[in-house]
């Protein structure tokens, strides 16, 4: 089943611009993470905050984390025509060791040069 | 780098046909997924493995059939492929330390059933 869903669905901006994507969830979770995936290829991993976190950065990505609204944003600032993917968020429950991840149907992002 | 290896990109094959798709991960990862992507319906779990010879059923996995019999490897069988298994296949794996729950994937197999 699916769990997180993510917002808005595509998105197109200008090169230099900021990308906001969002992403909700319905129940608890351990962690959150948000991937990559260029067109026709697989997902990479590119970062995650777990649930005791409320913010996190790498390079030119920040991710904030509101467990109270159930909800993550990923930021890319300063984008590049290189950044257009799909992006997808992540929960991990941690039902166990090998609890497994759910993800969301993912955003489209388009940066144009 | 962890590196995941889909043994094919592109598929084509007739309906009826017995079909495997092939994963392999040089990491020594316990865990290995298999995934179908579909327009509109994101990433769902097809089946997983926890270890050698285990296997967990995920939420779409009629149809298909899983085979792990060693660790680095992890098979996806359709048994008798039908037009709507058309899709891309993405496989992955991750370790079981704690902490470490992050999935490394394949380039993926996209597969057309004729």
């Known amino acids: 089943s699916q769990q997180g869903e993510e917002d808005p669905q595509a998105l197109s901006i200008q090169e230099g611009e900021n990308a906001t994507m969002n992403c909700s969830y319905k129940?608890?979770?351990?962690?959150l993470q948000w991937y990559r995936q260029n067109s026709g290829r697989g997902l990479v991993h590119l970062i995650l905050i777990r649930s005791n976190e409320r913010e996190k950065h790498s390079g030119r990505l920040r991710v904030t984390l509101d467990t109270s609204k159930k909800s993550s944003s990923l930021l890319i600032t300063a984008s590049r025509a290189a950044d257009t993917a799909s992006y997808f968020c992540a929960t991990d429950r941690n039902t166990g060791a090998n609890s497994k991840l759910t993800f969301g149907k993912g955003i489209t992002l388009s940066v144009r040069p | 780098d962890v590196k995941v290896t889909q043994s094919s990109r592109y598929l084509v094959k007739r309906t009826g046909e017995k079909v495997f798709l092939e994963c392999v991960q040089d990491?020594?990862?316990?865990?290995m997924f298999w995934y179908r992507q579909d327009p509109g319906l994101g990433l769902r779990l097809i089946y997983f493995s926890y270890d050698v010879k285990m296997k967990e059923k995920g939420d779409i996995p009629e149809g298909y059939s899983v085979s792990r019999e060693k660790k680095e490897r992890f098979s996806l069988i359709l048994e008798s492929a039908s037009t709507n298994q058309t899709s891309m296949y993405l496989c992955?794996?991750?370790?079981?330390?704690?902490?470490?729950?992050?999935?490394?994937f394949g380039a993926g197999t996209r597969l057309s059933v004729l």
């Open positions: 990491m020594d990862h316990e865990n």
């Open positions: 992955a794996s991750r370790t079981k330390i704690f902490g470490k729950n992050i999935q490394y």
């Open positions: 129940t608890s979770i351990n962690n």
